[in-house]
């Protein structure tokens, strides 16, 4: 398991497409590229009204784009977010050479749960990493956490359990990371 916050997680690939999507926000971006560090140097460079300026600069934050320094108030790119964003697409995608495991995944779902016990495991492990350690999920949280990778959620919660990924209570309603 990851044991990363949430925050130092890298953004998906399809994150950040989804955060550049709209145009204040490139814009906004290419400010922060070019030295802007405030609402208002960033409105300056772009010609955006401040509001709006201020609102795209959000949207970079939320997407790990961007960061905002508490102490100075002042924004700053996240240098390495496209590179990161890729490494994690390679470690799902099995891209440049991967383990093996990354044929069992397109568009970031699981395609099949492999029955060679190795690839099993690396797959697995990356679908694992959706569940934060020491919280409990109720069976349809699970179910929920799994369908977003596999339509079979029932196949992939049994393999999630019987690898010994996930462990339920003894009344089999409440999982959690083993």
């Given at each position: ?62 997407g790990k784009l961007a960061r905002l320094d ?109």
């Amino acid at each position: 398991m990851n044991t990363a916050s949430v925050e130092d997680q890298p953004p998906s690939c399809r994150d950040l497409v989804g955060t550049l999507a709209q145009s204040d926000r490139r814009s906004a971006y290419a400010a922060l590229a070019l030295g802007a560090n405030s609402v208002g140097e960033v409105a300056q460079r772009t010609g955006l009204r401040a509001p709006a300026a201020a609102a795209a600069l959000q949207k970079l934050v939320e997407g790990k784009l961007a960061r905002l320094d508490p102490e100075t108030r002042g924004y700053s790119l996240i240098e390495d977010a496209f590179q990161r964003a890729m490494q994690a697409e390679v470690q799902v995608s099995g891209r440049a050479g991967g383990d093996g495991s990354g044929s069992y995944f397109r568009r970031g779902r699981l395609t099949s749960i492999p029955g060679k016990p190795d690839v099993r495991a690396r797959v697995l492990a990356v679908v694992a990493d959706s569940f934060e350690r020491g919280t409990v999920y109720s069976e349809a949280k699970v179910n929920a956490l799994c369908g977003e990778w596999y339509d079979d959620w029932v196949s992939l919660r049994r393999a999630l359990v019987d690898d010994g990924l996930l462990v339920r209570d003894e009344s089999c309603t409440a999982y959690q990371l083993a």
